[in-house]
């Protein structure tokens, strides 16, 4: 079955750019979609489709896909992007979620 | 707006089933399948399959194809998941998202929690 690699944390300064990577075979043949889940809270999509916005997401989250890597990028970090991330693509009839990458605000 | 409305929580006996809803507004409830995704305590997300409200139709991970059924109400616009046979595993957060294009989720429900517990 197909599999999704994440780091399980990522560090970023306030105010500077967060990368947050999910790792596939060839994942960039295929659509990624990203969540954003905070304490307590539902995942909420953030990005779909390698790299389209859902309205209301602000343009400081874009994303990225090509070869075996795609990426989430956050640009200008707030505080408030102190959350886990998630990946998801849809492969052989199953979707599949990368292992969530927690991102620490320092 | 649109907006899913899940039950609220449970908790289940070891060996029980759970009957978890999940009720739309804001939006035609045929026009997009739904999907439930269960987050384990501290852990990721998991896919458990979908049903196509327009026609009742299912498909389930195989990790659960077997132990769970998906169904849907269309005249309270409501979906509903029901896992049988529960251990002590299954005590995680129960989520239905509906489902866009290729397979992207918006929005979630608020999630519910089951708790198996002997």
């Known amino acids: 079955s197909y599999e999704l690699t994440q780091p399980p944390s990522v560090p970023v300064a306030l105010g500077q750019t967060a990368r947050i990577t999910c790792g596939g075979n060839n994942i960039g043949d295929k659509n990624v979609h990203w969540y954003q889940q905070k304490p307590g809270q539902a995942p909420v999509l953030i990005i779909y489709?390698?790299?389209d916005r859902p309205s209301g997401i602000p343009e400081r989250f874009s994303g990225s896909n090509s070869g075996n890597t795609a990426t989430l990028t956050i640009s200008r970090a707030q505080a408030g992007d102190e959350a886990d991330y998630y990946c998801?693509?849809?492969?052989?009839?199953?979707?599949?979620f990368g292992g969530g990458t927690k991102l620490t605000v320092l | 707006q649109v907006q899913l409305v899940q039950s609220g929580a449970e908790v289940k006996k070891p060996g029980a089933s759970v009957k978890v809803s999940c009720k739309v507004s804001?939006?035609?409830?045929?026009?997009?399948?739904i999907n439930w995704v269960r987050q384990t305590t501290g852990q990721g997300l998991e896919w458990m399959g979908w049903?196509?409200?327009?026609?009742?139709?299912?498909g389930y991970a195989p990790k659960f194809q077997g132990r769970v059924t998906m169904t849907r109400n269309t005249s309270t616009s409501t979906a509903y998941m029901e896992l049988f046979t529960l251990t002590s595993e299954d005590t995680a957060v129960y989520y239905c998202?509906?489902?866009?294009?290729?397979?992207?989720?918006?929005?979630w429900g608020q999630g519910t929690l089951v708790i198996v517990s002997s």
């Open positions: 049903v196509t409200p327009n026609n009742g139709d299912t």
């Open positions: 804001g939006y035609t409830f045929t026009n997009y399948d």
């Open positions: 489709r390698d790299s």
């Open positions: 998202a509906r489902r866009s294009g290729s397979f992207w989720y918006d929005p």
């Open positions: 998801q693509v849809w492969d052989s009839r199953a979707v599949v």
